[in-house]
C-alpha cells in the first residue's frame, strides 16, 4: 500500500511541477554582466507572475531584479533621478527578457 502511494505522490509532483509557471530568478544582474547573485528558477505559486524589476539611471540600465511575485502588476516611477520599471508576464521564463 505504501509504495503504492508514494507512487502515486511523486506522479501528482511532477504533474504539478510540470504545469507550474517557471521564471528566472537573479537578485543582482547588471547591464555588462550576468547574474551576480540568486540565479536560478522558481516555480510560482498560485497569484504569483514571472516579474522583472529594471532600474535605470540616465535612460541607462543600471541593475535589474528577476523572482516570482504574487500579486505583481506592472507599473513605472522615478525616484532620485532613477526609473523603476516593474514588468510582469505569465508564460515560462518571461522574465528573462523584458
Known amino acids: 500500500m ?6 502515486l505522490f511523486s506522479l501528482f509532483c ?14 543582482l544582474r547588471t547591464q555588462a554582466d550576468h547574474c551576480r547573485r540568486g540565479f536560478g528558477v ?3 505559486e498560485k497569484h504569483e507572475k514571472c516579474m522583472s524589476l529594471n532600474i535605470y539611471q ?17 507599473l513605472r516611477y522615478n525616484f532620485n533621478n532613477r526609473t523603476y520599471v ?13
Open 42 to 44: 522558481c516555480f510560482a
Open 58 to 74: 540616465n535612460h541607462s540600465l543600471q541593475l535589474s531584479y528577476m523572482v516570482c511575485q504574487k500579486f505583481c502588476n506592472n
Open 2 to 7: 505504501n509504495k503504492h502511494f508514494l507512487l
Open 86 to 98: 516593474h514588468k510582469c508576464c505569465n508564460y515560462n521564463y518571461c522574465n528573462f527578457r523584458i
Open 14 to 27: 511532477l504533474i504539478v511541477a510540470v504545469t507550474s509557471l517557471m521564471c528566472i530568478t537573479c537578485h
